[in-house]
């Protein structure tokens, strides 16, 4: 991606209209974000994204803080230095790990997936008893208990790691019996702290939503943070004016560390909208970029 000047809010209105027509950035460990990308742009349909996956790292559920401080911050910086108004770290671990860290070193506005999937379970759960299903790096952060009890103190938060489940997922297993054994095995030990919400706290895991269902119980509410960073995203373009207003279709592109094909044929079924080119960008250069 080419390079141009990073754009702050604090320009004047000549730079203002010019961050209009910027692109939105977005990264995950993989795919999974591609549920959320596929949110934002059902939701804003004229606005143009830039979405980062960082397949060749994947998955990044166990991974170190260091790592994914480290991570983040290369593919903030890459997308920051190709021009973007605002990026999303749709990735639960990632957000988790480095999220503040981000957003004090860099001047493009940023946001997480963990908040607004907080957000949405207070306010869906009637009995207070709100389950977390997301990866062990995310478990470990505390991040989610953090943020719900942060919006409703009484209220009770139940964790649940599943290691391995994502990269079932990432691979394009969602409907073997090794993944159904899984989701049975991870659901058994939080339907029994009986939540009346769950949050799928992990982009892979609205893929198997229907498993998730199933196992959990009809009378649990299952929480995709997606769309919820969705109305966020938006939200936000509207408050610093710079969402784009033409009646136009906006355009999307696509980067990743691994291999462009397996992306192309297993994203295009997370994204559910044509998935074509994607350019590879390899680990050294995303070194580079914070040079």
């Known amino acids: 991606m080419a390079p ?5 809010m604090t320009q ?20 999974g974000g591609l549920t959320v990308l ?3 742009l059902v939701a804003m349909p004229s606005e143009d994204f830039v979405y980062f996956g960082d397949t060749a790292r994947f998955p990044y559920g166990s991974k170190s803080q260091a790592e994914l401080e480290l991570y983040a911050d290369q593919i903030a910086r890459f997308l920051e230095r190709g021009g973007v108004k605002l990026i999303v770290v749709a990735c639960y671990s990632a957000t988790a790990a480095a999220l503040p860290r981000l957003q004090e070193r860099f001047s493009t506005p ?3 997936v963990v908040m607004p ?18 990866t062990e790096a995310t478990v470990n952060s505390g991040s989610y208990v953090q943020a719900v009890l942060g919006l409703d103190a009484g209220a009770e938060v139940h964790q ?3 290691p391995g489940l994502a990269q079932f997922i990432q691979d394009g297993d969602v409907a073997s019996r090794e993944v159904a054994d899984a989701v049975r095995a991870f659901t058994a030990p939080l339907k029994r702290k009986r939540p009346d919400v769950v949050i799928m706290g992990c982009t892979h895991y609205p893929v198997v939503a229907p498993l998730l269902q199933r196992h959990l119980g009809r009378d649990v509410t299952l929480v995709n943070p997606a769309a919820e960073v ?31 094909a397996a992306f192309r044929a297993v994203g295009a079924r997370f994204l559910q909208m044509p998935l074509d080119e994607v350019v590879q960008v390899g ?6 970029s914070q040079a």
């Open 12 to 31: 004047d209105r000549t730079d203002t209209q010019d961050l209009v027509r910027l692109p939105i950035g977005m990264f995950d460990s993989g795919i």
């Open 160 to 162: 649940q790691a599943c």
């Open 117 to 134: 999937g907080a957000r949405a379970a207070v306010q869906t759960s009637r009995y207070r008893r709100i389950g977390v299903m997301a």
């Open 110 to 112: 940023i946001v997480g």
């Open 230 to 260: 969705a109305l966020e995203v938006e939200a936000i373009l509207e408050r610093r004016g710079v969402a784009r207003r033409e009646d136009r279709e906006g355009e999307y592109r696509f980067f990743c560390t691994g291999d462009t």
């Open 38 to 40: 596929h949110e934002c």
């Open 4 to 8: 141009r000047r990073p754009l702050t």
């Open 283 to 288: 680990l050294d250069e995303l070194a580079a």
